[in-house]
């Protein structure tokens, strides 16, 4: 079945211009997730999404970084006055309601973003 | 969220069995253990969870002791396919009404040689 689909897959931008990111979890998955990793490093949580619940958006590393997630499906990531340091490669993962204690989470290939 | 630990790099060749070890001395008690593995330019991918003793599956098998404060991921024959970043979590699991917030640490790097 289809996996987790992230949308662009690059995208370039000038330094100040907004940008807006896509991911569009695994059909009938509640939970989701939004990670950043820049070059040679781990993963850096951002927001997490589960069903009908306000986000937990304690990753969020400045007030210019948002996100919302649409009939508890699409999600969209927004950072507004791009700077240099925010280029990564920002990915998306989504999970299904567990059972048997497993949480596995699904990632999308990523949106690798570079700020000029 | 408890702090992970794990060797920043390891070598093997190819046909031998590797154990990468991660320690996590602050582990909760509502923590589970993952492994994630991740190659150049793609998301990670689930490898294995456990929560106490050894788990196994089709790929590798995970090994906690009884006090929980470190785990192994045994990885049995590799090939030269399974040079990838491999990285431990923990975190509070799915199982109630709480779902997963996990951390990524930086990972150990695997290369397996010819």
């Known amino acids: 079945g289809a996996g987790v689909s992230q949308s662009p897959s690059n995208k370039v931008t000038e330094k100040g211009k907004d940008v807006e990111l896509r991911c569009d979890p695994i059909?009938?998955?509640?939970?989701l997730y939004w990670y950043r990793q820049s070059l040679g490093q781990g993963l850096e949580f951002l927001i997490y999404?589960?069903?009908?619940?306000?986000?937990?958006k304690s990753g969020l590393p400045s007030d210019r970084f948002s996100a919302e997630r649409t009939g508890g499906s699409v999600s969209t990531l927004t950072i507004q006055r791009t700077q240099q340091e925010d280029s990564a490669v920002y990915l998306c993962?989504?999970?299904?309601?567990?059972?048997?204690?497993?949480?596995?989470?699904?990632f999308g290939p990523g949106t690798r973003l570079t700020v000029l | 969220l408890a702090k992970t630990t794990q060797p920043i790099s390891m070598d093997s060749y190819e046909g031998q069995e590797v154990n990468i070890t991660c320690s996590h001395n602050n582990i909760a008690t509502n923590d589970y253990i993952t492994w994630y593995q991740q190659f150049p330019s793609q998301g990670p991918r689930f490898i294995i969870q456990g929560y106490k003793t050894k788990v196994t599956n089709e790929v590798a098998s995970l090994f906690i002791p009884a006090d929980r404060k470190s785990s192994t991921l045994s990885l049995p024959r590799v090939s030269l396919s399974d040079t990838a970043v491999y990285y431990c979590l923990v975190g509070l699991n799915a199982g109630g009404t709480s779902y997963g917030k996990l951390t990524f640490g930086q990972g150990t790097i695997l290369t397996v040689h010819p």
């Open positions: 999404f589960q069903g009908n619940s306000a986000p937990d």
């Open positions: 059909s009938g998955h509640t939970a």
């Open positions: 993962a989504s999970s299904p309601r567990a059972s048997g204690g497993i949480n596995e989470q699904f």
